[in-house]
């Protein structure tokens, strides 16, 4: 004799098969319990009975149930979205930024959506502040160089919008509030280990000097020279816009004719890709003519050949800490949160011939 169908899976199987999407009701309806609490289990609240919570649950994933952001707004007077504002032109380091914080907001009902903008332009903030209003956002990941300007910082505190900044250098704001990267440590060890290897005529591609972490990078690879005896002349020191196309054009300048440098420091490892190109059409070699070390170490580090020496700098622990920063609970207050770089030594480096 067929095993007796339950009144869950009766009920379940037509709304599946009129392709209609399960609503809190329905949830409530056929697991024999009350809307609010499967809200409370939505909620992840504690008031709700282990057998009950453990029912529920594998009844909305039986029919397939997401519950709506939008209407968990409407009923909390709030939203569950969380924001990320950004200006970077490098594509790689806001996507690991974006699954950052994806690991930090998964099952906690929270979603991201992000908003690009150009902080040259002189009403960006306004754009910012209209996307906060309309989106009604729980709080914003503010990401370089965004989060360099203490303008848009100021606007988010006066909308009473939560923020987090990831930045490269402490700022003058609520320790909280902030993610330091601490690029300038990065950079220092890059310039140590080339000394270290013996190199003493040492170029350095920058980013745009407009933003703070071009700014840390640089000082801090020059700095570092210097207290070894190494100065940069100003003729090595070539600004880009980490970008692979300003690599290049950087990169043709550094390399042209016989005097040449026999390592160069580049501001991320799009750059230092463009040099790649450069030198593999002038015919040197990589590392035995000329040895090159990059900073975020994408994944486009190892994929290069030879694989590129990078500096780590952790972007989807970055993200996921702004992320799980904004959405806590506890009101206690949190010190300035740091995530420190490291050099990641492969192939593309070794002593000057």
């Known amino acids: 004799m067929p095993a007796r169908k ?21 949830i409530a309806r056929l697991a024999g319990v009350s809307k609010k609490t499967v809200s409370r289990i939505i909620n992840h609240s ?13 009844l909305m ?34 996507v690991d930024m974006q699954y950052g914080a994806l690991d930090a907001l998964r099952d906690s009902g929270f979603e991201l959506v992000v908003h ?23 709080g914003v990941m503010l990401v370089p160089r965004a989060s360099e300007d203490q303008n848009l910082a100021d606007m988010l505190a006066e909308l009473s919008c939560r923020y987090t900044r990831i930045v490269p250098v402490g700022f003058d704001d609520h320790d909280g509030r902030m993610i330091v990267t601490h690029d300038r440590d990065g950079a220092a060890e890059a310039a140590d280990y080339l000394l270290t290897l013996g190199h003493k005529d040492i170029a350095l591609i920058t980013g745009a000097l407009t933003y703070r972490s071009a700014i840390e990078r640089t000082e801090g690879f020059v700095q570092a020279l210097a207290m070894r005896g190494v100065e940069v002349p100003k003729s090595r020191i070539i600004e880009a816009s980490y970008t ?25 490892d799009e ?26 170490d994408s994944p486009l580090a190892s994929r290069l050949w030879p694989s590129l020496t990078s ?15 904004l959405i806590r ?7 300035v949160a740091s995530v420190r770089p490291h050099l990641i030594v492969r192939d593309s480096c070794q002593p000057p011939a």
């Open 6 to 26: 339950s009144p869950a899976d009766t009920a379940s199987r037509p709304a599946a098969a009129a392709g209609k999407a399960a609503t809190i009701n329905d």
């Open 46 to 58: 504690p008031l709700v009975r282990k057998d009950t919570r453990e029912k529920v649950e594998a």
């Open 61 to 94: 994933r039986e029919v397939g149930y997401v519950p709506d952001p939008l209407a968990r707004g409407l009923a909390f007077r709030r939203s569950f979205l969380i924001g990320m504002v950004y200006d970077n032109p490098t594509a790689q380091y806001i």
């Open 116 to 138: 690009p903008c150009d902080t040259r332009s002189p009403g960006y903030i306004d754009s910012v502040r209209r996307f906060v209003r309309q989106q009604k956002l729980h």
């Open 244 to 268: 692979f196309e300003s690599g290049v054009a950087a990169g043709e300048k550094l390399l042209a004719g016989k005097d040449r440098p026999t390592a160069i420091f580049c501001g991320n």
């Open 271 to 296: 750059m230092a890709a463009g040099v790649y190109k450069v030198a593999l059409r002038a015919g040197i070699s990589i590392p035995r003519d000329l040895s090159l070390v990059g900073f975020d």
């Open 311 to 325: 500096v780590r700098r952790h972007t989807r622990d970055t993200g996921r800490i702004a992320a799980a920063t």
């Open 329 to 335: 609970t506890d009101p206690s207050p949190l010190p």
